[in-house]
């Protein structure tokens, strides 16, 4: 197919060695049914811009290349009973009730099954930018002739479509499937994967103790501590996995590609060497721009992840103190989240997105000034609503950020009391209660508001005088008839 579509200009050319190169089938059976289900992939109408199976195959795929054993029983039982106790070390550290939920062991693939679709829900909109803006450029780029021939002449493009939506979900795929050789249980990246299921991948936990020197056993105690952590914060704080899927969305739809990247790269692969593409990808060719409003983004996003991670990793140095190995773990751990791993890198890379607590240190030495000088239940307090979270500020100065939120609290409450006063129709007035309705003068006055009643109309003289009020009080003076009044 490329000899013909080179025509003339493939002289030495022998699509053959490229094949074989590249590690496809000599045999033309073989050849032919992968033909056939390339040509499936990228002509079959697609249910949105990525091609979402592509990469939940993938990533499995990806999992398994390793060996990908089955969790066996004896494993699923010490998994289950490492929870349950974590569940219990927990308990005197938190106002936060227990979740009464089973502990579960899973395999790479089984975690990726009861994660994609966070996965998914997560890269979407960065995913539909990169499908589209990649489909567009490969279909500018690609010259009429080669349209023709491609069956492409009439405008339509649900090839390029369907090849860009392909490209990114097997990158996806290759990223999360990496994820699950790494991940040590749920909510390892800091954010509930699984809908708040509470488990450990045995496997992981295995390759993660060797070279500590640590018994595996107590291994597992401490993971299984900060796993129960973090599922008891989840799911006795409803809202916060909204708010941190919330605020991943809003940096998503802010995406901004860069096209002139992507035909560059385009212009830089070499078709012949299949590592070329796979390269590009990996080495954030294809990764967003950021604009000012997704750095804004990104650092709340930031601040809350290291919020939920000192928390975790405060109560899980507690809980889990009697562990002759817990600092150390501690520091490791806190080492590991801090820096990423491979995966999470090549995740970040894609995606543009990276989820790691960069302050964990300070957020839980915010955590242990609080519980100091609030106790467990003022400090899970502060988990009530997202807008009593601390700040990046706080995080800078833990022992100021009461007085800080009692500045806050002070004047919300000084607002809080004259809207009350106001509703209630208690305001000041700015005279005295013998006022007038002018507020000028007391209610002995006259109508004018100058003297008193007993005067006469023009509120000259007192009552005894007469219509023109001029002469002197008393009984002597004359009306206007000259009689005595």
């Keep these: 197919m490329i000899a013909r579509l080179l025509g003339g200009d493939a002289e030495g050319f022998d699509p053959r060695e490229i094949a074989k190169a590249a590690g496809l089938p000599s045999d033309p059976q073989a050849m032919a049914m992968m033909m056939q289900q390339v040509q499936a992939m990228f002509s079959a109408p697609s249910s949105g811009p990525v091609n979402w199976q592509l990469a939940h195959e993938h990533a499995r795929r990806v999992a398994a290349a390793d060996n990908d054993p089955s969790v066996t029983s004896l494993q699923r039982r010490a998994v289950d009973e490492a929870l ?19 502990g579960r062991a899973w ?24 499908a589209k803006a990649l489909s567009d450029t490969l279909s500018e780029q690609l010259p009429d002739e080669m349209k023709s021939i491609l069956g492409m002449a009439g405008g339509g493009a649900s090839m390029f479509q369907n090849m860009g939506g392909a490209m990114f979900g097997m990158q996806l795929g290759q990223a999360v499937g990496a994820l699950s050789k790494e991940v040590l249980g749920s909510t390892d990246i ?24 640590i018994p595996e056993q107590e ?8 796993e129960a952590a973090h599922v008891r914060l989840f799911t006795q704080v409803p809202w916060l996995a909204g708010h941190l899927m919330g605020t991943i969305e ?11 990247k992507i035909e560059d790269a385009a212009r830089e692969i070499d078709p012949t060497n299949p ?8 080495q954030g060719v294809f990764m967003p721009e950021r604009t000012a409003e997704q750095e804004a983004a990104l650092s709340r996003l930031e601040t809350v992840l290291a919020l939920v991670e000192g928390w975790v990793d405060e109560i899980t140095a507690a809980a889990a103190v009697n562990l002759p190995s817990a600092a150390a773990l501690r520091e490791t751990v ?10 999470e890198h090549a995740f970040a890379s894609l995606v543009g997105l990276e989820l790691r607590p960069r302050r964990l240190r300070d957020a839980a030495a ?18 009530e609503h997202p807008d009593l979270l601390p700040t990046a500020e706080d995080l800078d100065d833990p022992t100021g950020f009461t007085a800080r939120r009692q500045l806050i609290e002070s004047a919300g409450s000084d607002v809080d009391a004259a809207l009350e006063r106001l509703l209630a129709g208690d305001f000041e007035k700015p005279d005295g209660p013998e006022d007038g309705a002018d507020g000028g003068v007391g209610p002995q006055d006259g109508p004018d508001g100058g003297d008193a009643p007993e005067d006469g109309a023009d509120g000259g003289d007192g009552p005894q005088d007469g219509a023109d009020g001029g002469g002197e009080p008393g009984v002597e003076d004359r009306g206007p008839d000259g009689r005595t009044p």
């Design 84 to 102: 349950r106790v974590a569940e219990m070390w927990i308990d005197p550290f938190t106002a936060f009730p227990p979740t009464g939920q089973l």
């Design 107 to 130: 395999s790479k693939a089984e975690w990726i099954e009861a994660t994609m679709g966070t996965w998914r829900r997560l890269t979407e909109p960065v995913a539909v930018s990169i």
């Design 190 to 213: 800091g954010i509930p994967l699984a809908d708040g299921q509470m488990a450990l991948l045995p496997a992981n936990v295995r390759s993660f103790g060797e070279g500590l020197d």
């Design 219 to 226: 291994v597992t105690l401490f993971l299984a501590v900060r």
């Design 250 to 260: 809003r940096y998503a739809r802010g995406i901004h590609i860069d096209m002139t």
């Design 275 to 282: 590592e070329s593409m796979q390269a590009a990808l990996s």
């Design 334 to 343: 806190r080492r590991r989240r801090a820096s990423g791993g491979p995966a």
């Design 366 to 383: 915010l955590w242990a000034h609080l519980t100091e000088e609030r106790g467990l239940e003022g400090r899970d307090a502060i988990w």
